[in-house]
């Protein structure tokens, strides 16, 4: 008993370790988060002499580029081109890393925010197979393009992890919805 609770211990403190790197980006994704911002605020200044309104959800989308740099950063730009290389097509193979489920798990959590942010930042989203195919279209390019510039592993778990993932975070926009929802009507 107390041999597991250790190795758990010890995965956490690897997974806890490992979302450290990503925070490092966050100032990058915060500037990129601003540039968006004022870009769009620009623009609404000049659409409002024309009679347009301020535009919709400006902060969920800009919480979408945030989280969208980040994620580039970490997957993609953080990683030298041509220094790795190669195509996994077997499911369940990132779950028998060093730290067993480590690389699954943190694939699944990394989408989670995009399950989120989506059905929250765009009307059309708010439909789960909508949300569903776009978290898996949106890991499928990632997957593609870390293998043509060998800058990421491709990897079927990664595919599959990544869907989950977005699953996961509208479901779970969707359960803070209701229970706000709930909440108002009582």
Known sequence: MINNIEKAKHWLQVVGRDFMEPMGYLPLGLLAGAVFMAIVLMVNVIRRKTGRHFPDKLSVKTLLVIYGTVLLQQAFFSREPGSRDGIDLRLFATWKSAVPGRYFVENILMFVPLGILLPLGFKNMGNFH?????????????????LWTKRGYCQLDDVLTNTIGTAAGFL????????????KKG
Do not use: T
């Open 130 to 146: 909508r949300c569903l195919l776009a978290g898996f279209g949106s890991s499928v390019v990632l997957e593609c393009l870390q």
């Open 172 to 183: 779970l926009c969707r359960l803070y919805c209701e229970v706000r929802c709930a909440c």
